[in-house]
Nanobody, 125 residues
């Protein structure tokens, strides 16, 4: 069972920034594509951003709703994936989940093999 642990959530005003972190084991980090999803109250879990498998290039992918405002990145030395979010809006309020997948470019929740427990981001207006 792979372990993923998110951190960095919190309360921020609209227009502000947050950086979420996801710590993974080295095995997970090296062998899986990584992604961030979010789930707002009463809504389905939705894709935010993904890092493709490293050996196919490790390209980044973003949902249209966050494109230009979010950046997914990795720190190989720390086995950590980050989601830098800026120009936050109240509609970005959600629990943000880190996930790992054997799929090369995972953008759907059912493509993910492992999930973290999530970290809450609240954006006030």
């Amino acid at each position: 069972q792979e372990q993923l642990e998110e951190s960095g959530g919190g309360l921020v005003q609209a227009g502000g920034s947050l950086r979420l972190s996801c710590a993974a084991s080295r095995r997970t980090f090296n062998n899986y594509a990584m992604a961030w999803f979010r789930q707002a109250p009463g809504k389905e879990r939705e894709f935010v951003a993904a890092l493709a498998l490293s050996w196919i290039g490790g390209d980044t992918y973003y949902a249209d709703s966050v494109k230009g405002r979010c950046t997914i990145s990795r720190d190989n030395a720390k086995n950590t994936v980050y989601l830098q979010m800026s120009s936050l809006k109240p509609e970005d309020t959600a629990v943000y989940y880190c996930a790992a997948s054997r799929v090369a470019v995972p953008t759907r929740p059912n493509a993910m093999d492992y999930w973290g427990k999530g970290t809450l981001v609240t954006v006030s207006s």
